[in-house]
């Protein structure tokens, strides 16, 4: 099954200079890989590389905004279309099945799709090409079930990531590897600035972060909490 990629068209600072990632496979069974934000122009897109199809299918990734909001667009377009946003059975997808691999962490719902004949895994928020992924542990983030999930993703050890956000990933363990590597060193820094005296979010993120811009500053936070979280989990703050 080769994947066509359609851009969702909501560039920004969080979503990339294309915006979100929409996968369509097509095929007998049409099915799209999130859902987009629901602007005509990509629903429009869809219509057209189906050729006259209807599409069969949407699996979400998970319910954050950017990957959902285009439902109802993608329903109103087709009537009959069904949702996939739970695990389950593995799902028909163009010509074949998309295998539903849970990855919780960056979301609670957080769900993968891999095809077990091409072993692509459409990936959602688990991983990207360019930047590390915020686990917001205000809204339900969880480091420790993430890194559990980059654990189980490259055990499947997929050949490559076709993720909602940036280009495709063609050496997915090393990019996982470099992942956990990541959050190991991060950790270290967060225990560092605690001995250093800091003892606020704030505080942690100003000797961590020390040059970021402000726009981000509330992001870095959150991901501070989810590493306190799983310090706090480990006894060992």
């Not at 200079?17 to 629901?38: C, F, K, M, Q």
């Not at 739970?86 to 919780?104: F, K």
């Amino acid at each position: 099954m080769q994947p066509l990629l359609i851009p969702a068209g909501n560039p920004s600072e969080w979503t990339g200079p294309t915006g979100n990632n929409t996968w369509l496979i097509r095929g007998s069974e049409p099915a799209l890989i999130d859902a987009g934000v629901g602007h005509a122009e990509h629903v429009d897109a869809v219509e057209k590389a189906l050729g006259g199809a209807p599409l069969a299918r949407v699996l979400i990734t998970h319910w954050h905004p950017d990957h959902v909001k285009g439902l109802p667009a993608l329903r109103e377009r087709w009537k009959g279309l069904r949702v996939i946003d739970a695990a389950g059975e593995p799902v028909p997808a163009g010509d074949g099945v998309l295998e539903i691999i849970p990855t919780p962490g960056h979301a609670p719902d957080h769900l993968c799709f891999f095809d077990p004949e091409s072993r692509d895994l459409y990936c959602g928020d688990l991983a990207r090409r360019g930047g590390t992924i915020v686990i917001p542990a205000r809204k339900g983030g969880d480091l420790r079930v993430y890194l559990e999930s980059l654990r189980r993703v490259r055990d499947l050890a997929p050949r490559r990531l076709l993720p909602g956000h940036g280009p495709i990933v063609d050496d997915p363990i090393a990019l996982i590897d470099e992942y956990l590597a990541h959050r190991q060193r991060r950790e270290q820094q967060i225990l560092q600035a605690m001995l250093d005296g800091a003892r606020t979010v704030d505080e942690i993120v100003s000797r961590v972060y020390p040059a970021l811009p402000a726009s981000l500053s509330e992001a870095a936070a959150d991901s501070v909490r989810a590493h306190l979280k799983k310090l706090r989990d480990d006894g060992r703050a």
